[in-house]
Nanobody, 126 residues
Framework: QMQLQESGGGLVQAGGSLSLSCAASGHAFGAIDMGWFRQAPGKEREFVAA???????TDYADSVKGRFTISRDNAKTIDLRMNSLNPDDTAVYYCAAEPPRNPAHVPQRTYEYRYWGQGTQVTVSS
């Protein structure tokens, strides 16, 4: 069973930056697509960014394009660099992973991922 561990959340002022990391362990999959989602209070979990197993494909929600960057350290670890944060970015951020099913696409929907981390809180103050 794969475990995902997020780290790096915290409190930051509007306009500031934070970086999140996610490490996968306990699995025998040769490759995994990985992504970030977030969930604000009273809202549904939404897609933020995703990266393919080899880092060759990345995709972002429109709301974070140009501000957030997803990257891959290795086969099991990804990062999310978040710049120009604003209060609307406040949420619990979740890491997700799934063995690749489509070489031309990275999953963007919650139901496309079976494996999830516990989440890390990001709070942006105005």
């Amino acid at each position: 069973q794969m475990q995902l561990q997020e780290s790096g959340g915290g409190l930051v002022q509007a306009g500031g930056s934070l970086s999140l990391s996610c490490a996968a362990s306990g699995h025998a999959f040769g490759a995994i697509d990985m992504g970030w989602f977030r969930q604000a209070p009273g809202k549904e979990r939404e897609f933020v960014a995703a990266i393919s197993w080899n880092g060759g494909i990345t995709d972002y929600a429109d709301s974070v394009k140009g501000r957030f960057t997803i990257s891959r350290d290795n086969a099991k670890t990804i990062d999310l660099r978040m710049n120009s944060l604003n209060p609307d970015d406040t949420a619990v951020y979740y890491c997700a992973a799934e063995p690749p099913r489509n070489p031309a696409h990275v999953p963007q929907r919650t139901y496309e991922y079976r494996y999830w981390g516990q989440g890390t809180q990001v709070t942006v103050s105005s």
